[in-house]
């Protein structure tokens, strides 16, 4: 990774230049690390197994100013034909949910997840017991598909349980939240939003005054969608206002695509989040 002939200047153009995200970095960023003195690479993970083919980055740039900033490269075969496709990441924990979706069902590298589908690491990871109930038809849905049992609406019954799971207690939520830019966060997680329904300027210009937010993986599943596998991520980014208040978005990340691309989607309520994931998941 470190080539004693490349200038730091050629070095940024080339890993910007083959990143398929590298629009979503923030552009003070870029700006920053085009003046970089020097730069430095090093191998943080990696994972290979028959299917799957994963490594993780660290290019680390020295600023003119004497300080460091990094960026972090996902580089995986989870592209068509199995092709090696790059990511870029401003922050350390944006690489590592990036490289959680990538994770083949039974996975060791997997997210645990409890029974009701919420990541076990996290007791903020769970369902707002105030939020309104599922509708008639996912209810309707479940009925129907229990009518005909087989192995694979089995593993949708699982799933579409798990998107209806509620706690019986309400579990309060603990948030650290980063004082990092939460503007041009809040910014990026709209921009790559693809549902036609995602939140609108009124959203965004509210955002523009979060001073600090949190991330937090509150459902993630591997199932089999018309038969072909696909997995679901569902994150809530968190963002405490100027004002002392708090609002958050609820990012879907899914594979359950024609051509089995990532896709993500981006709603203001959990509710609203969580019903998009159950007409992904329906067999038709």
Known sequence: MNDPYETTETHLERLLGRALNSFDLPDALVEQL??????????????????LHRETYR????????????????????????ARSHELYAEESEAQLAAARLCRPGSPEAPRLSD??????????????????????AAGLLAELESERTAEIDAHLALLRGLRAMPSTPVPRHRMYSPDNSPDHARRVLRRAENADR???ETARLLRTAFAHH?????GRQCQVEGKDAGFMLYEH????????????????????PDGRHMCEVYE???????????RAQVR
């Open 238 to 257: 968190a963002f405490l206002l100027i004002d002392g208040s708090e609002t958050s978005l609820w990012e879907v990340e899914h594979t359950a695509t």
């Open 269 to 279: 309520t959990e509710h609203l989040a969580r019903e998009a994931m159950e007409l």
């Open 116 to 137: 009701d589908g919420a990541a076990d690491a996290d007791p903020a990871a769970v369902r707002d017991p105030d939020g309104p109930p599922m509708d008639d038809v």
């Open 215 to 219: 991330i937090t993986q509150v459902f």
């Open 34 to 51: 085009s003046h970089a003195l020097a730069h430095a690479s090093s191998l943080c993970s990696a994972h290979h197994s028959a299917g």
């Open 59 to 82: 290019h680390t740039y020295l600023l003119v100013d004497g300080s460091a900033l990094s960026l972090w490269e996902l580089v995986h075969n989870t592209g068509r034909d199995e």
């Open 199 to 201: 939140p609108g300027e």
